[in-house]
């Protein structure tokens, strides 16, 4: 049985462009991809970007916050992530102020960001240009507590254990008042200043 020519000849012309029309949808969904993942690249860089910022630490307010001097002439406060340093009227208040300064006062720093408070103050990591970061150093040095209620990191609740074992700092004292249990008291119109042993501000 012979089949006529003119079908098979007229099928040609339908296959090739049934074949032109699959390749350039699949030319479209490929281009669309492509530009969708390009976008949540750039996203994601833009994101990273927000997140890291680098600049010159210009004056230190406190044992855990500075003034940062960013890129455009813009002064932003820091609050150091996952510390609790001693406020003003505090037993090692100006030890630690001047310890940060010490380590952070005119030089490069980089921060990561976690949030902004309700100061409007970068809740961040902050990085020395040598790797350290500034909350493990305080605490290290036994002129921060690690604030458990903000950050669980282990890595700080390990150095605060190996300060208060070596009596650094404010462990020289037998029974240190947190900074927040101090602001606690304060709400409650609970007077502090006997409870803190004045002479450790004067070390």
Not at 3 to 8: A, E, K, R
Not at 124 to 139: I, K, P
Not at 153 to 180: C, F, V, Y
Request: net charge neutral; glycine share 6%.
């Amino acid at each position: 049985m012979q089949y006529p020519i003119q079908s098979v000849s007229m099928s040609i012309p339908k296959i090739i462009t049934i074949i032109t029309l699959l390749l350039s949808i699949l030319s479209c969904c490929s281009t669309r991809t492509t530009n969708r993942l390009q976008s949540q690249t750039d996203v994601e860089k833009s994101e990273q970007s927000e997140q890291y910022k680098t600049g010159k630490v210009i004056k230190v307010l406190d044992g855990d916050t500075f003034e940062l001097l960013m890129e455009g002439n813009e002064t932003v406060k820091v609050r150091m992530e996952g510390i609790d340093a001693p406020e003003g009227g505090m037993p090692y208040y100006r030890v630690a102020k001047n310890y940060l300064s010490d380590l952070c006062a005119g030089k490069e720093v980089t921060i990561e960001i976690k949030e902004k408070d309700h100061y409007g103050r970068y809740i961040a990591l902050t990085y020395l240009e040598d790797g350290r970061e500034l909350s493990h150093e305080m605490v290290r040095a036994g002129l921060a507590w690690h604030y458990k209620q903000h950050d669980d990191r282990q890595s700080l609740a390990d150095l605060e254990i190996e300060a208060r074992e070596a009596k650094r700092g404010l462990w020289k004292e037998k029974n240190p008042m947190s900074p927040w249990t101090a602001r606690g008291l304060r709400r409650k119109g609970v007077s502090t200043k006997d409870s803190f042993n004045i002479q450790g501000d004067n070390q």
